[in-house]
């Protein structure tokens, strides 16, 4: 049973390219989130969505950065015209219930974005 | 609002020996979940335990124990008869239900030493 997968695991963009990170959940699970971490810190919470839903994007950027999660294929993290800030691990979790008190998310391996 | 606070950037431990990492918390909700992760040198981010607010027994797995106090608002992970694979980054974070959002804390840097 794979687990969450994210790809690619390094991404290097040099400022004003777009940047896509592609995660596909673990089987059977519909809920997808989001995360980034900064170098030195912890995740912080971007968005979560259930197939075809942006259901909380409260901690996305209003501008350049866009997610989706279509019926069919990966939940994809869109960033346009990249800036030296947005160099940071990006993660991806997955969990199959909305009750998510006692679920743990299970995260993939992170995309470590480089913005040159 | 939900916060989670971990006041110890680092910690060291010698090898074979028991440390009790800090976590404590700050929410409102009557419901909510409380997670700790370790994240090594790699990157990735490995579930450890899990704590239901409603548990009343501490969870363990394996080496690692959770020190839940309710009243207090303390989660601290304990980890028993260290090893030196055990050096990582260590997250503690809390999941309400009502708004599907793990909350992190800003982690603690364990160093297991031989």
């Known amino acids: 049973n794979a687990g969450v997968m994210q790809n690619p695991r390094h991404l290097v963009r040099r400022r004003g390219q777009e940047a896509r990170l592609r995660c596909s959940p673990m089987?059977?699970?519909?809920?997808v989130y989001w995360y980034r971490q900064l170098p030195e810190e912890g995740l912080k919470f971007m968005v979560y969505?259930?197939?075809?839903?942006?259901?909380?994007e409260s901690g996305m950027p209003k501008e350049r950065f866009s997610a989706e999660f279509p019926k069919e294929g990966p939940s994809i993290l869109r960033i346009q015209q990249v800036v030296r800030g947005d160099s940071a691990a990006y993660f991806c979790?997955?969990?199959?219930?909305?009750?998510?008190?006692?679920?743990?998310?299970?995260f993939g391996n992170g995309t470590r974005l480089t913005v040159t | 609002a939900q916060k989670i606070t971990q006041t110890q950037p680092g910690m060291f431990v010698q090898e074979k020996e028991a440390v009790t990492l800090d976590c404590t918390y700050d929410?409102?909700?009557?419901?909510?979940?409380l997670f700790w992760y370790k994240q090594p040198s790699s990157g990735e981010m490995i579930f450890l335990i899990y704590?239901?607010?409603?548990?009343?027994q501490n969870a363990t797995e394996g080496r690692y124990s959770l020190n839940f106090q309710k009243a207090r608002k303390s989660a601290n992970l304990v980890i028993s008869a260290s090893q030196l694979g055990d050096s990582a980054m260590y997250f503690c974070?809390?999941?309400?239900?009502?708004?599907?959002?793990?909350?992190f804390g800003t982690g603690t840097l364990l160093a297991v030493q031989p």
């Open positions: 979790a997955s969990s199959p219930v909305t009750d998510r008190d006692n679920s743990p998310l299970h």
């Open positions: 089987k059977g699970h519909s809920h």
């Open positions: 969505l259930q197939k075809e839903n942006i259901i909380d």
């Open positions: 929410t409102s909700d009557q419901s909510y979940g």
């Open positions: 704590q239901g607010s409603y548990d009343e």
């Open positions: 974070a809390i999941f309400r239900g009502a708004t599907n959002k793990l909350i």
